[in-house]
């Protein structure tokens, strides 16, 4: 299963766009990119995933190069309740589909 | 649709103590997959379910937890006995047959052991 790297911590204010970009320079070919968020006292949330260049849903977008060996979650005008802790996954939907989480990203939106 | 329900949110108990832990997936959702994460540390996954049969367990951390879903529908974990190293947040997340990833996720049970 491939490793991600991602910041400890960011901070935002209101209406602004955020990105955050998770490395994961080991990926195989099989390999998905999901990405999930958790506010406190919650369990965590799917929010996206992709294989390869762009997927856009109602609440993000995720970019990944033709290397997969990054990807980036943009937010679009985030407001103050999307603080939360936004975790990068990627792994082998096989048998199993078992998520390895991360430390994740703690994203801070200030008015 | 309801979502994956855990009971109890919370549970304190002393050292060598029993536990359960309840999961109710969503409705139909044949995976059924328990996590949890240990105070400063990264979620971990415990056990995967496809309907009542155990697909994988790799991550049970030894033999004082015992998982069961009979029926296939709503799942326990116990723990017997417990040990302080046990506190943790316990999350329970279930998926439709031949969905990449989308996990749906619990609340969790917050279990102290004292």
């Known amino acids: 299963l491939a490793k991600t790297t991602q910041p400890i911590s960011m901070d935002s204010y209101e209406g602004q766009e955020v990105n955050i970009t998770c490395s994961h320079n080991?990926?195989?070919?099989?390999?998905?990119i999901t990405w999930y968020q958790q506010f406190p006292s919650q369990g965590p949330r799917f929010i996206i995933q992709?294989?390869?260049t762009k997927v856009t849903n109602e609440v993000a977008s995720l970019f990944i190069p033709a290397d997969r060996k990054s990807s980036t979650l943009s937010l679009p005008r985030v407001s103050l309740s999307d603080t939360a802790v936004y975790y990068c996954?990627?792994?082998?939907?096989?048998?199993?589909?078992?998520?390895?989480f991360g430390t994740g990203t703690l994203l801070a939106v200030q008015p | 649709e309801a979502g994956v329900t855990q009971f109890p949110s919370h549970s304190v108990i002393e050292k060598g103590q029993t536990v359960t832990l309840r999961c109710d997936p969503i409705?139909?959702?044949?995976?059924l997959y328990w996590y949890r994460r240990v105070m400063g540390k990264e979620i971990k996954f415990l056990l995967h379910?496809?309907?009542?049969?155990?697909?994988?367990e790799s991550g049970m951390p030894n033999n004082r937890f015992l998982a069961e879903r009979t029926g296939g529908t709503y799942s326990t974990l116990k723990v017997q006995p417990a040990e302080l190293e046990d506190s943790g947040v316990y999350f329970c997340?279930?998926?439709?047959?031949?969905?990449?990833?989308?996990?749906?996720f619990g609340p969790g049970t917050r279990l102290t052991v004292l």
């Open positions: 996954l990627v792994g082998d939907v096989g048998a199993t589909n078992k998520l390895i």
């Open positions: 409705s139909g959702h044949d995976n």
């Open positions: 379910f496809v309907k009542e049969s155990k697909q994988d």
């Open positions: 080991n990926i195989a070919t099989n390999d998905y």
């Open positions: 992709g294989y390869k």
């Open positions: 997340a279930s998926t439709r047959a031949g969905v990449l990833n989308e996990q749906f």
